[in-house]
């Protein structure tokens, strides 16, 4: 029973590439939700999705980021035309969603090293 | 918008202390979360409460919903519980939502 796999676990570019991160739910988990850790900073809220659907996305910045959960296969999350400042740990979490209070289960991370 | 607060910042302490970590929120949720985190950067979910207290092995945590107030407590605390301990409560108090954390406790234990 596996948990919530991300992928790659760690990924450098440069400056002006596109990034893009996987995160595969646990089995049965519908909800997923991206979380980013800036260096010496806290956890920060980016976007929550449902299968095909993105529920909320206040957290994440208008310009470069866009995130999806398709029917079938992982969550992405895309960043466009990196920065310096795209340096950061992400995580992705998941949950079934369902029966009111369900906790969210935390992948491993990706951390993105912007050259 | 939840805003999450913890305390203390960092915390050091001898091997076989009490320890108990702070958390307070701005907004009624649903439920609140403690998760733990390591060097090395992987997090993981300790409880989900909504009320009272939850026990598991050395940790307890306890939530007063009126207060918006939660403690996790460590018992007899060991070198391998030093890591980052993180409250978080959902970005609008909604079960469902994305979490907002709190800054984390820095907990060194040592031997």
């Known amino acids: 029973n596996a948990g919530v796999m991300q992928n790659p676990r760690h990924l450098v570019r440069r400056r002006g590439q596109e990034a893009r991160l996987r995160c595969s739910p646990m089995?049965?988990?519908?909800?997923v939700y991206w979380y980013r850790q800036l260096p010496e900073e806290g956890l920060k809220f980016m976007v929550y999705?449902?299968?095909?659907?993105?529920?909320?996305e206040s957290g994440m910045p208008k310009e470069r980021f866009s995130a999806e959960f398709p029917k079938e296969g992982p969550s992405i999350l895309r960043i466009q035309q990196v920065v310096r400042g795209d340096s950061a740990a992400y995580f992705c979490?998941?949950?079934?969603?369902?029966?009111?209070?369900?906790?969210?289960?935390f992948g491993d991370g990706t951390r993105l090293s912007i050259l | 918008k939840n805003e999450v607060e913890q305390s203390p910042q960092n915390l050091t302490a001898q091997e076989g202390e009490f320890i108990t970590i702070n958390c307070s929120y701005s907004?009624?949720?649903?439920?609140l979360h403690w998760l733990q985190q390591h060097p090395g950067g992987g997090i993981v979910s300790l409880f989900m409460?909504?009320?009272g207290k939850k026990k598991h092995g050395r940790l307890i945590a306890t939530i007063n919903i009126q207060e918006k107030h939660s403690s996790l407590h460590i018992t007899a605390s060991h070198p391998r519980d030093s890591a980052v301990y993180i409250c978080?409560?959902?970005?609008?108090?909604?079960?469902?939502?994305?979490?907002?954390f709190g800054k984390g406790t820095h907990l060194i234990i040592q031997p």
């Open positions: 089995k049965g988990h519908s909800h």
């Open positions: 978080a409560a959902p970005y609008s108090g909604g079960g469902a939502d994305g979490l907002t």
């Open positions: 409460l909504s009320s």
């Open positions: 907004v009624g949720i649903s439920a």
């Open positions: 979490a998941s949950s079934s969603g369902t029966g009111g209070n369900q906790p969210q289960h």
């Open positions: 999705l449902q299968k095909e659907n993105i529920i909320d």
